[in-house]
């Protein structure tokens, strides 16, 4: 048993990690920032990890043969495939992220408005969701933007509720049908937001210690490059100092003496850069 679930973990795994490597290769390679290589894979993790977590709705809906919310389910699944497409082929993230973020607000809004302008928490969890996602891959402007379309959208409710004006569509779930996904679809959300924004920071802190380590190398030849042009200096200068010596030129000894010593204190200002600077 232990087995089996050891080999579909590493099975899940390995198809995460080719379909990350596949959807966000173009933009990782476009850019050595940390916290950009992050948001492009947060945004993947969105999408990828939100088809998967209420996929088993979309099969349910085909086995009820509800063909109402089948189709508003499809549209969604076709725009976020839309979104990996672009992701693909290299189309920048706050592009994508404004695809991504507007499907995830606009579709449940108007599942909502079919549903008899329903604005339980099954619809308002993905609204709040979607301007998360638009503050943490685009811009503040952006989340703002998205606020602004829910609070619009919610007075909208609030108008036609109070003054009792009929949607005159018919509801495509049941009041049963919503109190029983509403505690699936919320853990689904639960895990969602943990992954995405828990990795995210992870990644995040990952990214950044790779560039620190990266740096430290880099700085690292280049002390041992100058060093070693140091040292050779000194070695040629204390041949030549040796020189004179034994021929007795002590103007021209004091004169290798004195460029060793500068060349000493130029190793020691390399060795002494970082602090220097500081």
């Not at 706050?94 to 008899?116: E, K, Q, Y």
């Not at 000194?234 to 004179?244: A, D, I, M």
């Not at 060793?260 to 602090?275: F, R, S, V």
Request: hydrophobic letters at 50%; charged letters at 15%; aromatic letters at 12%.
């Amino acid at each position: 048993m232990l087995t089996t679930i050891r080999s579909l973990r590493v099975l899940a795994n390995n198809i995460y990690g080719s379909a990350e490597r596949t959807v966000t290769a173009k933009l990782i390679q476009r850019t050595t920032n940390s916290l950009e290589q992050a948001r492009i894979k947060m945004l993947f993790d969105f999408i990828f990890f939100y088809c998967l977590l209420i996929s088993p709705v979309f099969f349910t809906l085909i086995y009820v043969q509800d063909y109402t919310n089948l189709m508003v389910n499809g549209t969604f699944y076709a725009i976020f495939a839309l979104c990996l497409i672009l992701m693909r082929s290299g189309v920048s993230v706050p592009v994508v992220g404004t695809i991504a973020a507007l499907n995830t607000m606009i579709i449940p809004m108007l599942s909502s408005f079919a549903n008899d302008l329903d604005v339980s928490p099954l619809y308002a969890i993905p609204w709040l969701m979607s301007c998360l996602l638009g503050y943490f891959v685009v811009n503040l402007r952006t989340a703002l933007a998205l606020g602004t379309i829910l609070f619009l959208y919610l007075v909208l409710v609030a108008f036609m509720k109070i003054q009792n004006i009929p949607v005159l569509l018919p509801p495509t779930y049941s009041v049963t049908d919503k109190y029983l996904a509403t505690p699936f679809y919320m853990t689904a959300f639960l895990i969602l937001c943990l992954r995405v924004w828990g990795v995210y920071y992870r990644n995040i802190a990952r990214l950044e210690q790779q560039r620190a380590m990266e740096e430290q190398q880099q700085f690292s030849a280049l002390i041992n490059q100058n060093l070693t042009k140091q040292f050779l200096l000194v070695k040629g200068l204390s041949r030549s100092g040796k020189s004179e010596y034994l021929e007795g030129n002590i103007e021209l000894l004091d004169a290798c003496f004195s460029e060793i010593e500068k060349q000493c204190d130029t190793a020691i200002h390399y060795l002494d850069g970082p602090k220097a600077e500081k």
